[in-house]
């Protein structure tokens, strides 16, 4: 057995990921080279999150017929590592409303040790399509114009409206990179995030968040090449005020990125107070410790 845990004086520590892509989606590698660079990488959990097929086919989902090898190389490997790392079985669910969410059949007659909630698409545009938030800003700004008339105002307080959507109807475990739409709005110069009516918005998803009894997702992926996490650093004191269960993800997409950006994320997140962090034990979310050299074993 390999032994990637490091020591200081008192303390044992580790990382742990839940929120990865691979060649299932749009992740670049395959789920096995993924496990090895989070071994590698210090790793002792780690959990498989494909985009959850969906009624259409983007690019970038999960089809409907790997399903069952998704599953089937999951237990493969899960069995295969049993030593190193421990792994585990979800998906990121979109919630695209009145179109897609976790209630789908296809969620029907499965079993998942955890799911993500996520919005990637707001309201059907004149073409037919779906607006995409995270889509490169030219789409973005055609979806704009269409929906909104351009006002990025109304776009954002839609974008929270159906955030609340998801989080009221539930039915999964973490909600996923909670502001991202922050990246594409900021191309426009009637927002930023430090205006009051966008930080009104993000305290009462938080609230609602809060209320309902969900873990918050603190997103590093856009941390190394944006500067940002989501939900955006300025708001974890709020999240520590508000005592919001949280679980640190690198919602990697390469094998180099399972633990990018977590060093800095965590310090922030012990700056700003915060002093546990959720994981999976024994198939419960349950409260670990932490510093900036990981999670405490
Ligand atoms: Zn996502
Ligand atoms: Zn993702």
Redesign the pocket.
């Known amino acids: 057995m390999k032994n990637n845990q490091h020591k200081d004086i008192k303390n044992t520590y580790y990382w742990s990921n839940y929120?990865?892509?691979s060649q299932f989606c749009d992740g670049k590698g395959s789920m096995e080279e993924f496990v090895d660079s989070a071994i590698s990488q210090g790793l002792k959990k780690y959990g498989f999150?494909s985009?959850a097929p969906l009624p259409f086919n983007p690019s970038w989902t999960m089809k409907v017929d790997k399903f069952a090898d998704y599953v089937i190389e999951f237990e493969r490997l899960k069995l295969k590592y049993i030593d190193e790392i421990e792994l585990f079985l979800g998906l990121?669910v979109d919630y695209i409303h009145n179109c897609s969410d976790v209630q789908n059949d296809f969620f029907k007659d499965k079993k998942f040790d955890y799911l993500?909630g996520?919005i990637h698409f707001m309201d059907k545009m004149s073409n037919g399509h779906y607006w995409g938030i995270d889509d490169e800003i030219s789409v973005f700004d055609f979806g704009l114009k269409d929906l909104f008339e351009g006002d990025i105002k109304s776009a954002v307080h839609r974008f929270f409206e159906i955030s609340a959507l998801m989080i009221n109807k539930g039915g999964f475990d973490l909600v996923?990179?909670l502001d991202k739409i922050a990246i594409n709005a900021g191309f426009y110069k009637e927002f930023n995030t430090n205006m009051n009516w966008y930080q009104t918005l993000v305290a009462e998803a938080l609230q609602l968040i809060k209320d309902r009894n969900m873990l918050l997702e603190i997103?590093t992926?856009s941390l190394s090449k944006l500067g940002v996490p989501f939900p955006n650093q300025q708001f974890y004191s709020l999240i520590n005020e508000l005592q919001i269960p949280i679980v640190v993800n690198s919602?990697c997409?390469e094998i180099t990125n399972v633990r990018d950006g977590f060093e800095v994320t965590f310090k922030a997140l012990k700056k700003a107070g915060i002093k546990t962090m959720h994981q999976l034990i024994n198939s419960k979310w349950q409260a670990v410790e932490f510093d900036e050299k990981g999670l405490i074993a």
Request: negative net charge.
């Open positions: 929120h990865s892509h999150s985009h990121e993500i996520s996923g990179h997103n992926r919602d997409h």
